[in-house]
């Protein structure tokens, strides 16, 4: 199922996997994983406490460079490149806890997330040329028209300490957009939301999937990811045990054995935090 | 045009007020213009970028060493002598902060100290070069296009020193560059998420604010036509600090208002209380950091009789 390197273009997958693996000393987080994302998927990517989840997604970020293996974005070998390189390869990403600009208005939360295609000249900056100046009109109507799209236009002038919880994951969101993903990861998005939130994020997520952007979705949340999610991976002390259709992956015995088989939410033995 | 309007009337006001004031105001007039330029770059490092650095001044005095050096000692013309100090203060901002910015932020302080420390040391053991702990003196602006910028008129120099700096920083602040450099000093994990290069952004930050230093030094070199160790040690560098700190870091006109209180407050208290006014200067200091960390600004934004 997975093509070999290479040959990402057309048709091909935007995001693979090959081999990937992570040590802390001697520990392995990631052993070997495999898998691959299209375009317009909705990837959920699943797994007890401990089980790589976090590690796979650092490394996709590059956030963590891999220790063996290979990250394929639309063919073109990206592993072991820094984050900001990965942004500006149209790979953006969620916190798992809110890591917005304090100090900043949602706008310009936004028009950081836009630094890529803004980045210009200094000396054009310092001179005030035409061109940047327009750039910059251009970016903040965008960046209102991504506020509205997560429905916080009406709060854009505010400073994003007024932000609840489930709003502050909702800018994230936008600022993710704004850098012009191809491939966008979020990281337990519904936690810690309300389930009208919730259920409006699921809208969000299912419209940028429609715009053909990848999407690779981190959950501890079954239910959420369920019904959202086209394919699932499952991870396991750093292992694959199961990859496939949402429905597949909940019969799936070595899946329920792993994770499912206790309380939906509370992670199998072997990783629960206190 | 409606902001190079308002940039032209403030030159004028500014400069119309440096051909009214006799020798004695003119002195402290220029200087506090100059405080007010290094206020505005060190807000930017500081208040902005948030990079904890103590080597304005030295940039300060890199810019007035090196154009002194150059015109009277190596000769050159001074357009030329000027770029090359630029060029200078740049190399050796970009010396210090590639290295520092690589690590913690806590070592781009230990790192300006030190350089602060030297660049001291360097002036008193120069011989020759920097004239030793006497320093240079006696050497006289050349002309430019044959003008002689003396009196006021090099008061004028100063008054464009200062609107040039506001508007370049102020220019700077408000573009993706400076979301990236608010960025970085909030979260440098979530910026480099958004791809801004971290390290890159505060090398550039850190570079320019020194040229910017570095410049204001050079014309500062021609106010006195003097230049001497002392001025250019770490107790102006804390006083920079207070400065932007007070005013509101991260604001331009907060720099301008810390700068013009904290140098002007000494002319105003040794008459009354005499040489208490360092006390005084330190206890409004506490207050106003531990009342508002936001500075004079921050106060003003939050006064409490505000109607909304
Ligand atoms: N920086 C690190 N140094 C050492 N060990 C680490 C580091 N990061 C993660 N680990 C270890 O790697 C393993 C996988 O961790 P990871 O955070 O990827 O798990 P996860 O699936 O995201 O778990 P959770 O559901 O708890 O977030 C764990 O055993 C963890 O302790
Ligand atoms: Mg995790």
């Avoid at chain 1, 590059?62 to 490149?81: D, E, H, M, R």
């Avoid at chain 1, 998005?189 to 053909?212: F, H, S, V, W, Y």
């Avoid at chain 2, 720099?255 to 006390?279: E, K, N, Q, R």
Wanted: proline share 4%.
């Amino acid at each position: 199922m997975n093509n070999p390197p290479g040959t990402g273009s057309a048709g091909g997958p935007l995001l693979a996997v090959h081999e990937l693996t992570r040590r802390f000393g001697g520990l392995t987080a990631v052993a070997g994983l495999d898998f691959d994302l299209h375009a317009g998927e909705v990837l959920g990517l699943i797994g007890p406490n401990g089980a790589g989840k976090s590690t796979t997604f650092n490394m996709i970020a590059g956030t963590l460079a891999p220790s063996a293996g290979q990250i394929l974005l639309q063919g073109n070998s990206v592993g072991g490149l820094p984050a900001h390189a990965m942004a500006a390869r149209g790979v953006l990403r969620t916190f798992q806890h809110n890591c917005l600009f304090a100090g900043m208005s949602l706008r310009d939360n936004v028009m950081t997330g836009m630094h890529v295609g803004l980045a210009s000249n200094l000396l054009g900056v310092i001179g005030g040329i035409a061109r940047v100046r327009t750039a910059e009109t251009a970016a903040r109507a965008r960046a209102d028209e991504l506020l509205a799209f997560v429905g916080l236009a009406d709060a854009r002038e505010q400073d994003v300490a007024t932000l609840s919880f489930g709003q502050g994951r909702l800018l994230e969101t936008a600022r993710a957009l704004a850098g012009d993903p191809k491939l966008i990861l979020f990281d337990e998005p519904a936690a810690g939301l309300a389930p009208a939130e919730c259920e409006r994020l699921t809208d969000i997520i299912e419209q940028i999937a429609a715009r053909d952007i990848g999407v690779l979705l981190i959950e501890h949340d079954m239910r959420f990811l369920l019904g959202i999610a086209d394919r699932v991976v499952v991870l396991d002390h750093g292992e694959r045990i199961a990859i496939g259709l949402p429905e597949a992956i909940q019969r799936d015995p070595a899946v329920i054995k792993a994770y499912l088989g206790s309380t939906r939410g509370v992670p199998a033995a072997g990783g629960t935090h206190a | 045009m409606k902001s190079l309007l308002q940039a032209a009337l403030v030159i004028a006001i500014l400069s119309a007020i440096g051909f009214l004031l006799g020798p004695y105001h003119t002195d402290i007039y220029r200087k506090l213009l100059l405080w007010i330029a290094l206020a505005l770059s060190y807000n930017f490092l500081f208040g902005v970028a948030g990079q904890v650095a103590f080597s304005h001044f030295t940039f300060y005095g890199v810019g007035a060493y090196a154009i002194v050096i150059l015109v009277t000692q190596a000769g050159l013309p001074l357009p030329l002598a000027a770029t090359a100090g630029i060029v200078l203060c740049v190399l050796l901002a970009l010396a210090v902060a590639i290295p520092a910015t690589r690590l913690d932020g806590f070592y781009l302080a230990l790192a300006t100290l030190a350089l602060a420390q030297l660049f001291i040391v360097f002036l008193n053991e120069g011989g020759e070069l920097t004239g030793g702990s006497g320093g240079l003196t006696s050497y006289r602006l050349p002309d430019v296009g044959g003008i002689t910028l003396s009196g006021p008129r090099y008061t004028v120099v100063i008054v464009l020193l200062v609107t040039f700096t506001w508007i370049l920083l102020a220019r700077i602040d408000q573009s993706w560059f400076g979301r990236a450099c608010r960025a970085v000093r909030d979260n440098p994990q979530a910026a480099a998420a958004m791809g801004i290069d971290v390290a890159r952004t505060r090398v550039i930050a850190y570079a320019l604010t020194s040229a910017l230093a570095g410049l204001a030094g050079m014309v500062y070199a021609f106010v006195d036509n003097t230049v001497s160790p002392p001025i250019f040690g770490l107790e102006n560098a804390f006083l920079l600090l207070f400065m932007v700190i007070i005013g509101g870091s991260g604001s331009q006109i907060g720099s301008v208002i810390g700068a013009t209180v904290l140098y002007l407050l000494p002319f105003v208290l040794s008459p009354l209380i005499g040489h208490h006014h360092a006390l005084v200067f330190g206890v409004v200091m506490l207050l106003v950091i531990l009342a508002q960390p936001r500075g004079l600004t921050g106060l003003w934004a939050a006064r409490p009789w505000r109607s909304r």
